[in-house]
């Protein structure tokens, strides 16, 4: 399991809640031996920095990824970095390695559905909305997350067609670019949200997106790995 920062300092709810669901499943979770992936730094066009932190993970997580153990993520943006960035920061059979074996959660929990993998969930109705994450959507793509979240029995699941969020990694908390997050937010994604039931429940794998969601509507956004774990059916 790669536990990114915002997971490790900030939201360790989420990371539980991933261990819940994957040794359910009947997985043994290691924790990555990984530190911080660089996406800040390639963000902001500090390549040397990231190129440094890419190589010193890559070293790390080449035995494991040589091991045929699969690196599952559950921070969009970090996760591709080691799928996307690290062949291009580091070019070689490592760091090839290792985006070879890199997932997202809802990927490997659709892997393992795939091969008859069935986790207990609980009945409840309830309206389930996706908004998907902008480097999730680009290079993952949704479709996982939408299969993950029709497991749930009488979920309504669908997606919001509402592109960026606005927060765009840091770009959101900058104060001269504050009020046009706010506005990418409300073209359509904080309309939706705010017209929903208030037993629903809104879904948001991207940090920065649950942060813009809470901000501009008031409602609790939660990550993917959270709303499976917390209709698991407890343990007879």
Not at 173 to 187: K, P
Request: aromatic share 6%.
């Amino acid at each position: 399991l790669l536990v990114d920062t915002f997971t490790e300092f900030y939201y360790p709810s989420i990371g539980r809640a991933a261990v819940r669901l994957l040794e359910t499943a009947g997985c043994e979770v290691l924790l990555a031996p990984a530190g911080c992936c660089g996406r800040p730094m390639i963000s902001n066009g500090l390549l040397d920095g990231a190129q440094a932190l890419a190589q010193a993970n890559t070293r790390r997580l080449r035995r494991v990824a040589d091991d045929g153990i699969p690196i599952v993520g559950l921070e969009p943006s970090c996760t591709v970095t080691l799928k996307d960035e690290y062949p291009d920061l580091v070019p070689g059979d490592a760091a090839e390695a290792v985006a070879r074996q890199t997932f997202m959660i809802e990927e490997f929990l659709v892997h393992l559905h795939e091969r008859g993998v069935r986790l207990p969930f609980a009945h409840r109705a309830r309206t389930v909305l996706l908004h998907g994450h902008c480097h999730q959507k680009a290079l993952v793509g949704t479709q996982p997350s939408l299969a993950a979240l029709r497991w749930l029995p009488g979920a309504a699941v669908r997606e919001v067609d509402s592109g960026c969020c606005g927060m765009a990694g840091s770009f959101g908390f900058e104060a001269e670019h504050y009020a046009v997050s706010l506005a990418m937010g409300e073209r359509v994604l904080f309309k939706a949200i705010r017209d929903l039931p208030p037993d629903a429940v809104v879904v948001a794998a991207g940090a920065s997106c649950r942060q813009q969601i809470l901000h501009g509507t008031g409602r609790r956004a939660l990550h993917l790995v959270e709303a499976l774990a917390d209709t698991l059916e407890a343990p007879s």
